[in-house]
């Protein structure tokens, strides 16, 4: 049966179009949205193929020369959807964009799923309880995954909702040295570039993300951006010979900008001091002084290619770092920083402490070992005690005991109980003590019960176990059943229909071979009595809200 999906609404945004597209030997038009991409047939208003970004595992292309111009999905399910852009003009055009949109959206959707499938793997590895109710009922193909996951993660104490105050993650320093080309067979190499090595050269090398947001799509296609980029000397470790045509020497000058602008403002931390790891070949005191040369004529070329590569290194180093406190710097941190203070002046003191006193304070203190900020208690200051001790309660046309009264009555029960003489001749008749014991004997008037309080050690705990999963996987399907009550709308409509589907089914799979299981074993008693009255009582609810429905369409 072909899956149906009702078209776009009005307030969703569409970002792109392209018609002419073909799914399965069918003519129609792809639609890329802002969550979802979807494909419909042409002269219907409804979508035949709709996935959401979050579901997309990657995307791929068909080879350059190959006949069909294609772009297959490949979802996180292991299923995949091939689109064949059918224009002859402007396939490949159509294509490239719809690639190439689909590689923006793609990485924001995926981090959002992999953070949603890392919440549902904790809560099931913390909870047993969950992890087999998951077992029972998505497993077992009772319910699919989306419903039992639905307002379950806004349940947990962990909301969703706090990503946006998320860590971001750090950029390894071998990032580039991990891109290992291979050879493609005609002496050339082959990049295979990912969205986070796109993305962790760009916080890198700002710089190199200005000149992609000039060039591409205008001037070069990202195919040819960054095979250029790896081909230039900005790439490689050589930066004395820089190519005039090469887009990328302009970077490269503001590199040893930046560079120079860093040596310049040293090292602000008072607790480094960098001059003492230079080499010296006579200590102070000796005599002797040598000052440091400005000129390079004496520099061999040796030389130079060394200090080059230090500095290559070096400026990755600091590019590395930046762009890891790039977003967490602020502007009071910054003004801290560059405020002018020696610890001798008492404003600096008091609107800026001194920069070393603290570096001093950040390595001897730790956020992780401070204690939480309690909450202040108010001490109660009671006139009487003995209305808070009872409580409000209704006036009365009747006079109030009070602590007084109470101490002495007790006294005074004490005193009687302990010159109380019993007469046991005269409590009770024989025949009354006679009836009274065959009453409470097994088998008799009051202990017909008794044969029921011994279930738990008639059935084995085995049972008492599947029991006990049974009754919370039903109660899991019934608490979604009764959450479409009142139904006011098309969604809740379709959703209560929907789970009574799965209530009779889990009452097939799952609840009628365990009455079976139990019959086998010849156990006079009925266990599943009271998930049977449960499932009845919401078939009721349908049925009344069933007849009602239809009343109102006739």
Known sequence: MELVIVMASLSEEVLLVVKKVRQRKQDGTLYLMAERIAWGPEGKDRFSVSHLYADIRCQKISPDGKAKIQLQLVLHTGESTTFHFANESTAIKDRNAAKDLLQQLLPKFKKRANKELEEKNRMLQEDPVLFQLYKDLVVSQVISSEEFWDNRLSMNHTDLSHSNNKQEVGISAAFLADIRPQTDGCNGLRYNLTSDIIESIFRTYPTVKQKYGENVPHNLTEKEFWTRFFQSHYFHRDRINTGLQDIFSECAKQDEKGLKSMVVQGVKNPLVDLLSLEDKTLDEGYGVSTAPSTSNSNKTVKENSNSAIIKRFNHHSAMVLAAGSRKGDTPNDQASETS???????????????????????????????????????????????????????????????????????????????????????????????SAIAALSPGGLLMQAGSQQAINQMVPSEVQGELKHLYTAAGELLRHFWSCFPVNTTFLEEKVVKMRSNLERFQMTKLRPFQDKIQRQYLGTNLTAHLEEMFQAAYNKFHAWQTRRMMKKT
Do not use: W
């Not at 006193?357 to 009671?382: G, P, S």
């Open 340 to 434: 002018s203070t020696d610890g001798n002046s008492r404003d600096s003191d008091f609107f800026h402490p001194p920069i070393k006193k603290v570096k001093l304070q950040e390595a001897i203190e730790y956020e992780d070992l401070h204690r939480e900020n309690e909450q202040k208690t108010v001490a109660l200051k009671l006139k009487k005690s003995d209305r808070y001790s009872h409580g409000p309660v209704p006036l009365q046309s009747q006079q109030y005991a009070t602590s007084q009264d109470i101490i002495n009555s007790v006294n005074l029960i004490q005193h009687e109980m302990a010159n109380y003489k019993p007469c046991l001749t005269q409590a009770i008749s024989s025949s009354t003590a006679s």
